[in-house]
T-cell receptor, first 112, second 115 residues
């Protein structure tokens, strides 16, 4: 079974803090994704990576950056957390030419 | 531009009855279509996909979906609902020739099965 793990299930941070969310997949997938999920808005793509050190901005990259130094690990960084970044963050991975994505359990981030 | 719509925020069904969760889409070319399910406090799980071929697609947990090109729909169905099917369901679409990153998710439909 594909396994995608995320470093924290719940996280509470203060405004202005730098926040790191980590995601690890164990199936040698080329593609990795970071989404945020908000009620009524579905999933919105923050960043996408198709290879080590390669990244593409998604629909809502402002206020976020990413790092992919190893194939299995994809980190999302909030440079200076703000209250409007309170959300559920989902990581996913897929094979390069595959269709479906495999999701981690999510990190519920609260910024106070 | 691609888009996907799930017109119902919530669907309520009695256990044992058939269920349908609706999805319509818009893409410029031919679509890849997906359904995912999210149980409380969990990530999304892949249920089924339409890529090509037979319009009726069978997936996990007894779910199926029918691709209807003329109506641009991909409704999720199950003949007999279980209480354990209660969850949040997402439809997703991307154009056949677009990047994997160009997948668009619907806003989700909460399915509630009453005993």
């Amino acid at each position: 079974d594909v396994k995608v793990t995320q470093s924290s299930r719940y996280l509470v941070k203060r405004t202005g803090e730098k926040v790191f969310l980590e995601c690890v997949q164990d199936m040698d997938h080329e593609n990795m994704f970071w989404y945020r999920q908000d009620p009524g808005l579905g999933l919105r793509l923050i960043y996408f990576s198709y290879d080590v050190k390669m990244k593409e901005k998604g629909d809502i990259p402002e206020g976020y950056s990413v790092s992919r130094e190893k194939k299995e690990r994809f980190s999302l960084i909030l440079e200076s957390a703000s209250t409007n970044q309170t959300s559920m963050y989902l990581c996913a991975s897929s094979r390069q030419h595959a269709y479906e994505q495999y999701f981690g359990p999510g990190t519920r981030l609260t910024v106070t | 531009a691609q888009s996907v719509a799930q017109p119902e925020d919530q669907v309520n069904v009695a256990e044992g009855n058939p269920l349908t969760v609706k999805c319509t889409y818009s893409v410029s070319g031919n679509p890849y279509l997906f359904w995912y399910v999210q149980y409380p406090n969990r990530g999304l799980q892949f249920l089924l996909k339409y890529i090509t071929g037979d319009n009726l697609v069978k997936g996990s947990y007894g779910f199926e979906a029918e691709f209807n090109k003329s109506q641009t729909s991909f409704h999720l169905k199950k003949p007999s609902a279980l209480v354990s099917d209660s969850a949040l369901y997402f439809c997703a679409v991307r154009d056949r020739y677009s990047s994997a990153s160009k997948i668009i998710f619907g806003s989700g439909t909460r399915l509630s099965i009453r005993p």
